[in-house]
């Protein structure tokens, strides 16, 4: 999982919107309100379900848990509003995805979150004029040395 950091307004997800914008594969779950229903689920969400329950069904005769969706997950502040206790749950389905050969970028300030990373892509080092600047692109542990990064300012205390 690579988890997209840095500053409010550091321009995290115009950085990353932008980049996806053109690939057919790539989903952006933004912070827009879900309409949720008795019946709803994440691709009910993204409106793809029918479309990917009749091509499978219609040329393979297969089921559809026969195939991974293989495509990019892009998930801006998915713990907006979520108690922590409510973070495990969260972690799972994006883990049922990741194991499902998907990829999934989060675009976070949880520092929770951030402990799950595979990846982590730090922008800042603050807001507006003052970001944009990527201060680190990697493995978790060299964020941490990262020195004009608040995010690993934070994220050290946090671990500590």
Known sequence: MTVVTGSASSGKSSLITTAFEQNEDAILINQKPVHVSNRSNLLTYLNIFEGVRLFLVNITGLKKSMFSTEKIFIFDEPTTGLHEDDLPI???????????????????????????AD?????????????????????????????NSVTAKHLRRYIE
Do not use: R
């Open 90 to 116: 969260l972690i799972e389905c994006f883990n049922h995805l990741i194991d499902e050969g998907n990829t999934v970028i989060l675009i976070e300030h949880n520092l929770t979150m951030m402990t799950e």
């Open 119 to 147: 990846w982590f892509i730090d922008i800042g080092p603050f807001a507006g004029e003052h970001g944009g600047q990527l201060l680190y692109a990697g493995d978790p542990k060299g964020l941490l040395n990262i020195n």
